[in-house]
């Protein structure tokens, strides 16, 4: 056992608990805040080479021993994630002092911030398949508060549909949890896989795999993502970025671990269903991108279509399409992220984010610009950026084992983000400068924690060669589950 594991949980939790105390003390809660996603982030790089150094970690709650009581555990794909989480995580935080007001930071924005962290990495460290339904609703009991923060018309009018849908979405997953343990009676998912093996994947525990992926493509936006383009334009900018960046992302996690770990019997049937799921996410998810002229829904459509390229590793299923969905998935947090932060500065300068309104930007804030530009890059998969790895990996996959409609659909949808982004780029930039309805703002204190997102961005292409033997160590987990079976109940 490793105490370690549960750190990067703890520490947030415990921060987003001090916080609570200091409501009005706005710069002690900065402060705090600060110290704590640094910290965060050496301890989680430190589970990583922990993870690589000696194999898969794990932590047995009270000393209870699967399949009984609570267990964390860190293979390499949760550590990975964990850590692009604390990366993503301070960059928001640090954009957040400069953007999202005193008024909301007095108002328990921070404490949410953090507990928001702990929903996430506890989703992504838990073994256990209740306690991570507990996780997800720890994350979007925060979401719920960060998504209406501020109480304008919108947020209130988009949170109604966001709450509505994810209080559907928890209680069939708890009924998927209810009628599996009532199958196999454990809920421990190194144990599941086990039972489900020894049952035969068939019948009732098919169904239950479809309730399963019904859950988590309603949380990731997997096909059922009608209620995500609305929702995530309501927040301020910062939140936006957390919600495309991580909430998503948890979603399409649990997909791969359930659909890797516990039902990978019958992949004619799950995997099938995923692949169609995914390339229908793609082609609306671009179709969306090109359609709308505003800056918001062009990056939130872009994360649907992201969403689905990710499944689409997972559906093809073999080491190449998994390595790259893994290293896209790690990419697409960072860039999101980026392209997000990016774009609220571009929004605050122009003083609207509708592009008709805009133009000329590039002279007054080139910085801004270029940046956006190659983040702009780095998503639709330009080498030597860090989409271009994970986007090849996954082509690559594609073509192996013959998806060729399915890959034809992946590879031709970056053609459209590309368009949707460079429409982006040349609409506010380039042209004549307008004159803004609303006069903009500043990029103080705007561009500095993007900068660090797009040093990684620029990073995970280059230093491609470093990152993806960790990227394989975690591949070898999903496709083969006797390795996460044997860390976890010491067989």
């Given at each position: 056992?490793?105490?370690?594991?549960?750190?990067?949980?703890?520490?947030?939790?415990?921060?987003?608990?001090?916080?609570?105390?200091?409501?009005?003390?706005?710069?002690?809660?900065?402060?705090?805040?600060?110290?704590?996603?640094?910290?965060?982030?050496?301890?989680?790089?430190?589970?990583?080479?922990?993870?690589?150094?000696?194999?898969?970690?794990?932590?047995?709650?009270?000393?209870?021993?699967?399949?009984?009581?609570?267990?964390?555990?860190?293979?390499?794909?949760?550590?990975?994630?964990?850590?692009?989480?604390?990366?993503?995580?301070?960059?928001?935080?640090?954009?957040?002092?400069?953007?999202?007001?005193?008024?909301?930071?007095?108002?328990?924005?921070?404490?949410?911030?953090?507990?928001?962290?702990?929903?996430?990495?506890?989703?992504?460290?838990?073994?256990?398949?209740?306690?991570?339904?507990?996780?997800?609703?720890?994350?979007?009991?925060?979401?719920?508060?960060?998504?209406?923060?501020?109480?304008?018309?919108?947020?209130?009018?988009?949170?109604?549909?966001?709450?509505?849908?994810?209080?559907?979405?928890?209680?069939?997953?708890?009924?998927?949890?209810?009628?599996?343990?009532?199958?196999?009676?454990?809920?421990?998912?190194?144990?599941?896989?086990?039972?489900?093996?020894?049952?035969?994947?068939?019948?009732?525990?098919?169904?239950?795999?479809?309730?399963?992926?019904?859950?988590?493509?309603?949380?990731?936006?997997?096909?059922?993502?009608?209620?995500?383009?609305?929702?995530?334009?309501?927040?301020?900018?910062?939140?936006?970025?957390?919600?495309?960046?991580?909430?998503?992302?948890?979603?399409?996690?649990?997909?791969?671990?359930?659909?890797?770990?516990?039902?990978?019997?019958?992949?004619?049937?799950?995997?099938?269903?995923?692949?169609?799921?995914?390339?229908?996410?793609?082609?609306?998810?671009?179709?969306?991108?090109?359609?709308?002229?505003?800056?918001?829904?062009?990056?939130?459509?872009?994360?649907?279509?992201?969403?689905?390229?990710?499944?689409?590793?997972?559906?093809?299923?073999?080491?190449?399409?998994?390595?790259?969905?893994?290293?896209?998935?790690?990419?697409?947090?960072?860039?999101?992220?980026?392209?997000?932060?990016?774009?609220?500065?571009?929004?605050?300068?122009?003083?609207?984010?509708?592009?008709?309104?805009?133009?000329?930007?590039?002279?007054?804030?080139?910085?801004?610009?270029?940046?956006?530009?190659?983040?702009?890059?780095?998503?639709?998969?330009?080498?030597?950026?860090?989409?271009?790895?994970?986007?090849?990996?996954?082509?690559?996959?594609?073509?192996?084992?013959?998806?060729?409609?399915?890959?034809?659909?992946?590879?031709?949808?970056?053609?459209?983000?590309?368009?949707?982004?460079?429409?982006?780029?040349?609409?506010?930039?380039?042209?004549?400068?307008?004159?803004?309805?609303?006069?903009?703002?500043?990029?103080?204190?705007?561009?500095?924690?993007a900068a660090g997102l797009l040093i990684l961005v620029v990073g995970l292409g280059l230093g491609a060669e470093w990152v993806l033997p960790y990227v394989s160590d975690a591949g070898k987990v999903l496709l083969d589950p006797e390795i996460y079976i044997q860390a976890v109940l010491k067989e």
């Amino acid at each position: 056992m490793n105490n370690v594991v549960i750190l990067p949980l703890l520490i947030p939790l415990f921060t987003a608990v001090v916080l609570i105390f200091f409501q009005q003390q706005v710069n002690l809660q900065r402060v705090i805040s600060s110290i704590s996603v640094l910290l965060n982030v050496g301890v989680s790089l430190y589970v990583v080479v922990q993870v690589k150094q000696q194999g898969i970690q794990t932590l047995f709650m009270g000393g209870w021993v699967p399949p009984y009581g609570i267990v964390f555990v860190a293979d390499m794909f949760a550590a990975l994630l964990v850590l692009t989480t604390t990366l993503v995580s301070a960059a928001c935080l640090f954009y957040a002092f400069s953007s999202i007001g005193e008024s909301r930071e007095k108002h328990y924005f921070y404490p949410f911030f953090h507990f928001l962290i702990v929903g996430v990495t506890g989703s992504f460290l838990t073994g256990d398949i209740f306690n991570l339904f507990v996780c997800f609703e720890v994350m979007l009991i925060a979401s719920y508060a960060l998504i209406t923060i501020g109480g304008k018309k919108n947020q209130l009018r988009e949170s109604l549909k966001y709450i509505l849908v994810n209080i559907v979405s928890s209680i069939l997953f708890v009924a998927s949890v209810a009628y599996l343990y009532a199958v196999v009676g454990t809920l421990n998912m190194a144990h599941l896989s086990l039972r489900v093996a020894e049952a035969g994947q068939g019948g009732i525990l098919n169904v239950i795999a479809v309730l399963f992926l019904i859950v988590f493509g309603l949380k990731a936006g997997l096909f059922l993502f009608f209620w995500l383009p609305g929702s995530y334009n309501a927040p301020p900018i910062v939140v936006i970025a957390l919600f495309g960046a991580l909430l998503t992302k948890v979603g399409v996690y649990a997909i791969f671990r359930i659909f890797t770990l516990i039902f990978y019997h019958e992949t004619a049937i799950t995997q099938t269903l995923i692949g169609w799921m995914s390339v229908i996410t793609i082609a609306l998810g671009v179709i969306g991108a090109v359609a709308y002229r505003d800056v918001n829904r062009i990056l939130i459509y872009n994360i649907v279509a992201a969403v689905g390229f990710i499944s689409f590793g997972l559906a093809v299923g073999n080491r190449s399409a998994i390595e790259g969905a893994i290293f896209y998935l790690m990419h697409d947090m960072i860039v999101k992220a980026l392209l997000f932060l990016l774009g609220g500065a571009l929004i605050t300068v122009a003083g609207t984010g509708r592009l008709k309104e805009m133009g000329g930007l590039i002279k007054k804030h080139p910085m801004l610009g270029w940046m956006f530009f190659i983040a702009a890059m780095a998503l639709v998969g330009v080498p030597p950026l860090s989409g271009f790895v994970g986007k090849l990996l996954v082509i690559q996959g594609g073509l192996e084992d013959g998806f060729y409609l399915w890959t034809a659909i992946g590879l031709g949808s970056s053609l459209l983000i590309l368009y949707s982004m460079m429409k982006i780029f040349m609409k506010a930039f380039w042209g004549e400068e307008h004159q803004p309805l609303i006069e903009g703002g500043s990029t103080k204190g705007l561009l500095v924690p993007a900068a660090g997102l797009l040093i990684l961005v620029v990073g995970l292409g280059l230093g491609a060669e470093w990152v993806l033997p960790y990227v394989s160590d975690a591949g070898k987990v999903l496709l083969d589950p006797e390795i996460y079976i044997q860390a976890v109940l010491k067989e």
